[in-house]
């Protein structure tokens, strides 16, 4: 069975400050692909990252960031310097198939960027 | 590229009645997806579509469920005899596949009231 946890149910930052978003999954599988949603106040589910699990590179991309450790079945976010924009709920999820038809998605971590 | 367009974007209707959802992919993906999300928390699978053909649904997608897509276009899904359990966000997408692992790009949701 697949199974994605955010434990992070609200966090709270000031703007500019950094903040680190956990996501951990669960899977039998041994190829699978995980990604990060951002979903802001107008309900439409951005897509912001894919990660293969046969590469743990980290990737950076402008202020985002993102740690994959398959030893601990982790691929936390971060985003640096946060700014009022980043408030949303965020998603981590998992697809165990590769074909992006089915993803298992966990419970999601709001973000609020406050001045 | 106008995005993943769904219809409407509020519904509020009376236990037992019917409803009906419209979902338009972007116009070159051949896939298709309907996911539902209640509040605070991920989107949950329920059917997809590769061009007119229904490959997978959900244990979640009761018989009171229906999903088409008559033309390999826009897809309809419909809910019959409507429960309180059903109030949810319903969210469409749609990828192509064609290409590797093409991400999901979702609309803005269907929230559906029933009272």
């Known amino acids: 069975a697949q199974k994605v946890t955010q434990a992070q149910t609200e966090i709270s930052v000031v703007e500019k400050e950094d903040v680190t978003l956990d996501c951990v999954y669960e899977?039998?599988?041994?190829?699978?692909?995980l990604f990060w949603y951002k979903q802001p106040p107008s309900g439409e589910l951005v897509f912001l990252i894919r990660?293969?699990?046969?590469?743990?590179q980290n990737e950076i991309s402008g202020r985002y960031s993102w740690n994959f450790q398959k030893s601990t079945s982790s691929f936390n976010f971060t985003i640096t310097a946060s700014q009022v924009v980043d408030s949303a709920v965020y998603f981590c999820?998992?697809?165990?198939?590769?074909?992006?038809?089915?993803?298992?998605f966990g419970t999601g971590t709001r973000l609020q960027v406050t001045l | 590229d106008t995005g993943v367009s769904q219809d409407p974007r509020h519904k509020i209707t009376k236990r037992g009645q019917n409803v009906t959802f419209r979902c338009d992919p972007i116009?070159?993906?051949?896939?298709l997806y309907w996911y539902r999300q209640t509040l605070g928390q991920g989107p949950e699978f329920l059917t997809y579509?590769?061009?007119?053909?229904?490959?997978?649904k959900s244990r979640l997608l009761s018989d009171r469920f229906s999903a088409e897509r008559p033309k390999g276009s826009f897809s309809t899904l419909e809910i019959q005899r409507t429960e309180q359990g059903d109030s949810a966000m319903y969210l469409c997408?749609?990828?192509?596949?064609?290409?590797?692992?093409?991400?999901?790009?979702f609309g803005n949701g269907t929230r559906l009231t029933v009272t």
């Open positions: 990660r293969n699990s046969f590469d743990e």
């Open positions: 999820a998992l697809d165990p198939t590769g074909t992006a038809s089915k993803l298992t």
């Open positions: 579509f590769q061009n007119e053909a229904q490959l997978e």
């Open positions: 116009s070159e993906h051949n896939r």
């Open positions: 899977t039998r599988d041994t190829t699978y692909y």
């Open positions: 997408a749609s990828s192509f596949s064609g290409q590797l692992n093409s991400p999901l790009h």
